[in-house]
């Protein structure tokens, strides 16, 4: 074996341009290959970034009416009960969990203002305690609410970013200054940013939940301690529910378990719990790419077609060259098995030579169109060894009729020829 492997390599050198002309199909075909799966990889991921939050990986739980996330401040939740401490530690129990937490969010338009400057559009969101480590909040200003707060009911604020923009000019002292809420005043003692959140960029989302808490690069947040909801608002409502997972690949099952867990409090049939985030999407986007991925796959296996015929090609053109060899190591007792390994040999040399190079070609291409799209790039080592093989398989698949066909050469008609 390793002889033939030298002697197809031999081969390849005496003939370079032949060669490589051979192997161009199968270079482009497996280029190709990788080229669409690395960016289609790299999309996914990009998908998986901006609709389900590589940031903080957040399920929301919301009341929902046949499959639809209702208005609880207006739709009749009777049977609904406040999230009980001991459903949030059932939550807290399921696998892949990180944290969980209850809060209330109202989608509000002017009711918030600081000396006339209004939040044209944004949430007001009533907080418990573990609400800022479960959603990953950060404060880059002031501090969180402490014990008292929550304990008491005090009336005083954290702003988001945004929320701080819309409100307050340039220079402006944002700590210990005064908010009205619906007509309420409310101290400020903290900013805060999201996961990952680079303060010195336009608005961008790390999950779908940090959309629908910003609302658009011009909304913002407010925060207030869960206790002081009642304040503003003047009656409970159902609780929102945040879960924090581990893996992203994991919400959707997380979401659906803690919703089961939610339900089995209330006696609502008709409004239940159900998770409002966006992981099933991602999978239907997933199932929907990796369709056009072997699609697009298949398109560019029609360059290693051509590249097997053409292979064929010169392999048959190498048997009819090399007739008198083949006879001389008949006639010398070289067996049939023997003349079709060294030529399925040289098949295979040659093709999976043009597969390595196409992988790598492959990958300076998806390299390209990535930067220049500004695209994420991504690897996918199982597709580099599949298409390695497949080079493989077409060097085996169209190597064996020329192989056959000197194997059974007669040795005398062989030597005849010369």
Known sequence: MLENIRLAFRGIRAHKMRSILTMLGVIIGIASIIAIVSIVQGTNKQLATSLVGAGNNVVELSISKEGYEV?????????????????????????????????????????????????????TVGVAEDYF?????????????????YAIGRKVAILDQNAKKQMYEEGDEVIGSVIEIKGEPFVVVGVVAPPNKDTDKEEEYESINDYYMNGGSASGNVFIPKSSWPIIYEFDEPDKVGVRVDDTEQMA??????????????????????????????????QLTNAITLMLVGIASLSLLVGGIGVMNIMLVSVTERTSEIGLKKALGAKRRTIMAQFLTESVVLTSVGGIIGVILGILLALFITSVAHLQFAISVPWILISVLFSMGVGIIFGATPASKAAKLSPIEALRRE
């Open 71 to 123: 208005d609880t401040s207006s739709e009749n939740t009777t049977g609904i009960y406040p999230v009980t401490d001991s459903a949030l530690t059932e939550i807290e129990g399921l696998d892949h969990v990180k944290g969980a937490t209850a809060y209330n969010r109202r989608e509000d338009y002017n009711v918030v203002y600081h000396k006339g400057a209004a939040m044209e559009w944004g949430q």
């Open 133 to 149: 480590d479960t959603f990953l909040y950060k404060p880059v200003e002031g501090n969180l609410f402490g014990e008292k707060d």
């Open 253 to 286: 099952a997380v979401g659906k378990s803690a919703s089961d867990i939610l339900n089995s409090y209330i006696s609502s049939f008709e409004l239940q719990y159900s998770s409002t985030n966006s992981s099933e999407y991602q999978d239907e986007l997933k």
